[in-house]
């Protein structure tokens, strides 16, 4: 699976983006698909996730409330993050991440249990 990971851009604290996440080559019927992102200096951590097989979704405490992941409707293979109430520490890289298969919920969160990665969007909240 390739993912070309788009959306991202410069915002004012308080404001909205909207991160998509598009698979290509091979499809299947069920992915789990996470956003992670890396702030500079600082290690790679879990945002959200997705999974198609029963619609669940996952977030870090930190975004809850803020972020919503999604599957596009239109396009079974795109996959969304919006972002609203943005801050000035959601400054990173983000990078979706999928794999072809339901992953439990205690693993769901680990960046290792995922094959396929986008290239990284930057996002730039000013203060």
């Known amino acids: 699976v390739q993912l070309q990971a788009s959306g991202g851009g410069l915002v004012q604290a308080g404001g909205s983006l909207r991160l998509s996440c598009a698979a290509s080559?091979?499809?299947?019927?069920?992915?789990?698909v996470n956003w992670f992102r890396q702030a500079p200096g600082k290690e790679r951590e879990f945002v959200a996730a997705i999974r198609t097989s029963d619609r669940s979704t996952f977030y870090a405490d930190s975004v809850k409330g803020r972020f919503t992941i999604s599957r596009d409707n239109a396009k079974n293979t795109v996959f969304l993050l919006q972002m609203n109430s943005l801050k000035p520490e959601d400054t990173a890289v983000y990078y979706c991440?999928?794999?072809?298969?339901?992953?439990?919920?205690?693993?769901?969160?680990?960046?290792?249990?995922?094959?396929?990665w986008g290239q990284g969007t930057l996002v730039t909240v000013s203060s």
């Open positions: 080559g091979r499809t299947f019927s069920t992915y789990t």
């Open positions: 991440a999928a794999e072809p298969r339901r992953i439990i919920n205690s693993q769901v969160r680990d960046s290792k249990n995922f094959g396929s």
